[in-house]
C-alpha cells in the first residue's frame, strides 16, 4: 500500500488547534456542552483527516471512501469541527450546535451531518458498525480503511468486546481503532466506576495488534496508523491514545469534572486566552 507523503508536526498541531477553535464556537452557540472528551481528540482526527482518510469532499456519501466512525458520539462536536475545515460541511453551521432546527446535533447523527458515518451516541455501538463496514470492504475485494475512535467509559459495555472478537475472527486488517484512554468518563475516573486495566494487553489476547501511543503526539499518531496500515498480518489494529480529557486548555483539564459543562462568559475568556497563545506560538492568526 502506497502512502501518500505526510504532514509535518506543524501543520498538524495547527490543525489540532483549528480544530479546538471550532469547537469552542460550537459551543459558544450552544452555551456549554461536552468539551473535555472532545477537546482531546483533536489530535487524534488531524492526522487522520490531514493524512490518512481517503474521501472525496465532492461526494463524501461515495461507497469506496475510507469511513470514520466515531464511537464516542458525544463528541460529535469534535468531528463537525473537522468536518467544517475539510470543506464537508458549512462552517458556518458550526454556530448552530444542538438548537432547534440545527443541523448539527449534540451526538453524531448520519441523517443530518454529512461526513459523519454512524449515529452514535449510545454507547458500545460504533465498534460493531465498523466492522461490519470493514467485512463488507474484503468481501468486496475493496481497499477500503476503516477508522473507528472508541472512549475508555465506553468499554465498559459488552458489545464492544463482541465486536473485537468478531473482527479478529474475519482477520479485518482494514480496521484501524482508536481507544481514548483518558481514565475519565461521565461521573468519575475509569478505574472507579470499570476499571478496564490494561487495554493494550486485552486486545492483543481479543488477536489484535495493539499499541499505546501519547494522545497528543500528533508525530506518534501518525506513525502508529502508518505501522498498521502497512502491517499486512491479517489483524485490526487498536491504537490506545493516553489522553488528558480537555487536553488544549488548562482551566478545563484542571476540573474536577469537564465531561459536561456550562461555558460561561469567563470560562470563554480563559480557554481563548490559551488557545490565542497556542496560536501565537504556531504563527497562526485567530479570527
Ligand atoms: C449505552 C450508554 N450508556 C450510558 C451513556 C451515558 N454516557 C454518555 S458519555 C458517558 C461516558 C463515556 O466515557 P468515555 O467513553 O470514557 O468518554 P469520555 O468521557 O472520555 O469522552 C456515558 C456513561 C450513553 N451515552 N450510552
Ligand atoms: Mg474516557
Redesign the pocket.
Known amino acids: 500500500m502506497i502512502i501518500k507523503s505526510l504532514s509535518d508536526k506543524k501543520t498538524l498541531e495547527q490543525t489540532a488547534l483549528k480544530i479546538r477553535l471550532n469547537i469552542i464556537r460550537e459551543m459558544k452557540s450552544n452555551k456549554g456542552g461536552?468539551i473535555?472528551?472532545?477537546f482531546?481528540?483533536a489530535e487524534v482526527l488531524s492526522v487522520i483527516y490531514n493524512d490518512f482518510l481517503r474521501i472525496d469532499v465532492k461526494k463524501p456519501k461515495s461507497l469506496d471512501r475510507d469511513f470514520m466512525i466515531l464511537s464516542?458520539?458525544?463528541?460529535g462536536p469534535a468531528l463537525y469541527a473537522t468536518l467544517a475545515l475539510k470543506g464537508i460541511i458549512p462552517d458556518s453551521q458550526l454556530d448552530n450546535l444542538n438548537n432547534i432546527n440545527s443541523l448539527l446535533p449534540g451526538?453524531c447523527d448520519r441523517n443530518k451531518v454529512l461526513g459523519a458515518d454512524a449515529s452514535t451516541?449510545?454507547?458500545?455501538?460504533g465498534l460493531s458498525i465498523a466492522a461490519g463496514v470493514a467485512l463488507g470492504a474484503k468481501i468486496k475485494n475493496s481497499d477500503q480503511r476503516i477508522f473507528c475512535i472508541?472512549?475508555?467509559?465506553?468499554?465498559?459495555?459488552g458489545q464492544i468486546w463482541e465486536a473485537a472478537q468478531f473482527a479478529s475472527h474475519h482477520k479485518l486488517d482494514n480496521l484501524i481503532s482508536f481507544l481514548?484512554f483518558?481514565?475519565?468518563?461521565?461521573?468519575g475516573t475509569?478505574e472507579e466506576?470499570m476499571s478496564l486495566g490494561d487495554p493494550v494487553k486485552k486486545y492483543q489476547a481479543f488477536g489484535w495488534n495493539a499499541v499505546e501511543v501519547d494522545g497528543h503526539d500528533v508525530v506518534a499518531i501518525q506513525n502508529g496508523i502508518k505501522k498498521a496500515i502497512e502491517n499486512k498480518n491479517n489483524k485490526p489494529t487498536m491504537i490506545v491514545l493516553k489522553?488528558i480529557?480537555g487536553y488544549g486548555a488548562k482551566c478545563i483539564t484542571e476540573m474536577k469534572n469537564n465531561?459536561?459543562i456550562g461555558l460561561s462568559d469567563e470560562l470563554l475568556e480563559k480557554i481563548m486566552n490559551e488557545l490565542n497563545q497556542q496560536a501565537k506560538i504556531l504563527e497562526m492568526e485567530v479570527h
Do not use: P
Open positions: 461536552h473535555g472528551g472532545s482531546d481528540l464516542k458520539g458525544h463528541a451526538h451516541g449510545s454507547l458500545g455501538q472508541t472512549g475508555d467509559g465506553e468499554s465498559a459495555e481514548d483518558n481514565n475519565m468518563q461521565i461521573d475509569v466506576v489522553t480529557k465531561h459536561c
